[in-house]
Nanobody
Framework: QVQLVESGGDSVQAGQSLTLSCAVS????????AAWFRQAPGKEREGGAV???????THGVAVKRRFTISRDNAGNTLYLQMNSLKSEDSGMYYC???????????????????WGQGTRVDVSS
């Protein structure tokens, strides 16, 4: 059974940094584009960033120049480095995987097949 386990969420002050991790198991990680989505209370799911197996990256407008997505293909792990956090970055953060031919460069959640339980980020101003 495919497993995606997110970690690293925390409560921080605005301006601080966090690094999220997503450990992936039971599938061929290098066949998948991997993305971070987030959802704030009462709001729709929002695509943050995606990284393809060849490490091509796409960052959403809301997080560009503050967040950086990366992946360790040998270690089957996805990361999100979040700098200069703002209160509007608060929410649940989910790691999603979509087969490369379908999800390549996409920040639309319907392109993704697997996702984890999420990790919570709270940013206070």
């Amino acid at each position: 059974q495919v497993q995606l386990v997110e970690s690293g969420g925390d409560s921080v002050q605005a301006g601080q940094s966090l690094t999220l991790s997503c450990a992936v198991s039971k599938l061929s990680f290098t066949a998948y584009s991997a993305a971070w989505f987030r959802q704030a209370p009462g709001k729709e799911r929002e695509g943050g960033a995606v990284i393809d197996p060849d490490t091509t990256k796409t960052h959403g407008v809301a997080v560009k120049r503050r967040f950086t997505i990366s992946r360790d293909n040998a270690g089957n792990t996805l990361y999100l480095q979040m700098n200069s956090l703002k209160s509007e970055d608060s929410g649940m953060y989910y790691c999603d995987l979509g087969y490369y031919s379908r999800a390549r460069g996409s920040l639309y959640s319907d392109k993704y097949t697997y996702w984890g339980q999420g990790t919570r980020v709270d940013v206070s101003s």
